[in-house]
């Protein structure tokens, strides 16, 4: 066949276009393992960052770990509140369970304040324990802002009415305006605040502009963000809506019945 020809040109390209993709899919393949476990890893660091039990965001892996060996993670279900011993903790992905219709939950739009339309029939929360007690109790929480859905960890008190500490790991948000849920200075406000009432319903309000120190109801107002009220929102409609009856309100229910489990 003549090095020229056209048939000769299809069939190199052919031949390349075939182990290019063998390669490729065998690099894919391989890294697969690594990738899960730098994932893991940098939930393991977010979550621990936005505890206020890690205080460098570079940590290498083996702080990590070390910090995260206080930390116990169940799975439990959702409408019942209950431990789902059935499920691997290590393996469970709540965010994959959302889009399979064996393990999801279609929420009604009238319930549906953060936004979110499907959610999983179980969730990880974390059980920080410190001196032979519980310090922390971190639940995973996600909503709609403008432009993205924002995935984070809010800490609370062994009580469950305070909070320890609050950040997001992963969304979409405009830098500058909704992205300044990033901010050290806005997270840093959220400790200490009052996100449950005495009924146990979600009392946390982002308020437009600056809270106000003499207001009766400062310490359960959190600053807007400037130029950014629909992420403001969708911040505080996601956690009204997690620590609400058809988010982690059965669970949190249980835990406090149970003394702090």
């Known amino acids: 066949m003549n090095n020229d020809s056209v048939g000769k040109t299809i069939t190199v390209a052919a031949i390349l276009c075939i182990v290019c993709s063998i390669l490729v899919s065998g690099a894919a393949v391989s890294l697969r393992p690594k990738q899960q476990l730098n994932k893991q890893l940098d939930i393991k660091k977010n979550l621990l960052l936005a505890a206020g039990l890690l205080k460098n965001a570079k940590a290498s892996k083996n702080e990590i770990e070390e910090a995260f060996s206080v930390v116990e993670t169940k799975v439990i279900d959702l409408e019942t509140g209950e431990e789902a011993t059935d499920i691997d903790a290590k393996t469970f992905d ?22 979110i339309k499907m959610r999983a029939k179980h969730s990880k929360v974390y059980l920080v324990k410190e001196g032979g007690s519980i310090s922390q ?50 997270k840093k406000q959220w400790i200490g605040k009052r996100i449950l009432g005495d009924d146990f319903k979600p009392v946390i309000d982002i308020v437009k ?5 003499s207001s009766k109801t400062f310490n359960q107002e959190i600053d807007g963000l400037s130029g950014a009220t629909i992420t403001s929102n969708g911040v505080e409609y996601a956690l009204h809506y997690w620590l609400g009856q058809d988010g982690f309100g059965p669970f949190l229910a249980k835990f406090r019945a149970a003394g702090g489990m």
């Open 209 to 213: 502009g600056a809270a106000n120190p």
């Open 94 to 115: 709540a965010v994959k369970a959302a889009k399979d219709p064996k393990k999801n939950v279609r929420i009604e739009a009238s319930k549906d304040i953060a936004g």
């Open 137 to 186: 109790v971190i639940l995973p929480v996600h909503g709609k802002g403008l432009w993205s859905t924002m995935y984070g960890f809010l800490a609370l008190s062994p009580d469950t009415k305070m909070v320890k500490g609050f950040g997001f790991y992963q969304h979409g948000e405009t830098p500058g305006l909704g992205g300044e849920v990033d901010n050290p200075n806005w």
